[in-house]
């Protein structure tokens, strides 16, 4: 299992521009999520997903879109790439979302991205 | 809103030393705790997962354990190593939310 992917590893955007981060999990999981990682505010979810074509948002979606075609993928896209969000951006999948609580969490490298 | 803290923010120790890193929350309902490892530049690793009904657990070295009612969990190293130099957090998965809660986690230094 290669278990959770993102490309690219690294970007540098112009204000104004527009992008997506691609995540894919080869562990069948159900649920998704984006999480971005700033210095010394943890990490915060993005958007999520429960399932194929299930997608919701969480503590900060603004200037993010998602969309969950296939169990395995679930890209970012930003809108129009603002300074603010320069972060690092994870990916994380699990077995299952709720019912209970997540079961563990997979994260993927990250992506470091750059917005000047 | 949940709130986690960890503290210290860093922690140098000696190879060989028995070390605690330490988690506190403010609400506990909770259905579960992780401790996780993240490498400088490098994704998240689970190390652990405690469910709220639990009182720790454990793999190899490590010893975590969860006190709810205190609204505190550790996560107990013995016997480190260099190689366990990284940032630890702990996360928590809340009743009724849809997310983790991550701490801003603790840097660990083990010196050879």
């Known amino acids: 299992n290669a278990g959770v992917t993102q490309t690219p590893k690294f970007q540098v955007l112009k204000t104004g521009q527009s992008m997506t981060l691609q995540c894919a999990q080869d562990m069948n999981h159900e649920y998704m999520s984006w999480y971005r990682q700033d210095p010394g505010m943890g990490l915060r979810l993005i958007h999520y997903s429960v399932g194929a074509g299930i997608t919701d948002q969480g503590e900060v979606p603004n200037g993010y879109n998602v969309s969950r075609s296939t169990t395995e993928d679930f890209p970012l896209r930003l809108l129009s790439a603002a300074p603010s969000q320069t972060s690092v951006y994870f990916c994380?999948?699990?077995?299952?979302?709720?019912?209970?609580?997540?079961?563990?969490?997979?994260f993927g490298p990250g992506t470091r991205l750059t917005v000047l | 809103k949940q709130e986690v803290t960890q503290i210290p923010a860093a922690l140098s120790v000696p190879e060989g030393e028995n070390l605690v890193l330490n988690c506190s929350f403010t609400d506990s309902a909770i259905y579960n705790l992780q401790w996780f490892r993240q490498d400088p530049g490098k994704g998240l690793t689970s190390l652990l997962l405690?469910?709220?009904?639990?009182r720790e657990q454990t793999s190899g070295r490590l010893n975590a354990s969860l006190d709810k009612s205190s609204g505190r969990s550790t996560l107990y190293i013995a016997a480190s190593q260099p190689g366990d130099s990284a940032t630890y957090l702990c996360a928590l998965d809340q009743t009724g939310a849809n997310n983790l809660f991550f701490g801003t986690g603790t840097r660990l230094t083990v010196i050879p």
């Open positions: 405690i469910q709220s009904s639990q």
């Open positions: 994380a999948s699990s077995y299952t979302g709720r019912t209970g609580g997540f079961d563990e969490q997979f």
